[in-house]
């Protein structure tokens, strides 16, 4: 059983910064990669930012220059520090991780619950 736990969500005012937290546990065997996803309301589920071992993290386009992401490998965390955030920014956030249960598995992609992030005045 692998579990991603998110945390950090919340109302924000434009402008305003928050900072998301999701943590890995369970029957974990490696890592290769975490990061974020995010859905707003009748549109698809778009990546954020992704950070793989070994490489430069990944943003998409919109959020380049506010959106910082880092993970705490020992612990199994992913961390997501949003600055100058925008009514546009409004979505429901996924963590996500690419994973190996064991030694001898293939990697699978696990999400979590969804956080939900507000920007309004």
């Known amino acids: 059983q692998v579990q991603l736990v998110e945390s950090g969500g919340g109302l924000v005012q434009p402008g305003g910064s928050l900072r998301l937290s999701c943590a890995a546990s369970?029957?974990?065997?490696?890592?290769?990669?975490m990061g974020w996803y995010r859905q707003a309301p009748g549109k698809e589920r778009e990546l954020v930012a992704a950070?793989?071992?070994?490489?430069?993290?990944n943003y998409r386009d919109s959020v380049k220059g506010r959106f910082t992401i880092s993970r705490d490998n020992a612990m199994n965390t992913v961390f997501l520090q949003m600055n100058s955030l925008k009514p546009e920014d409004t979505a429901v956030y996924y963590c996500?991780?690419?994973?190996?249960?064991?030694?001898?598995?293939?990697?699978?992609?696990?999400w979590g619950q969804g956080t939900q992030v507000t920007v309004s005045s």
């Open positions: 950070i793989t071992s070994g490489t430069r993290p």
């Open positions: 996500w991780a690419d994973l190996k249960r064991t030694k001898w598995s293939l990697p699978s992609n696990y």
């Open positions: 369970g029957s974990i065997f490696s890592i290769n990669a």
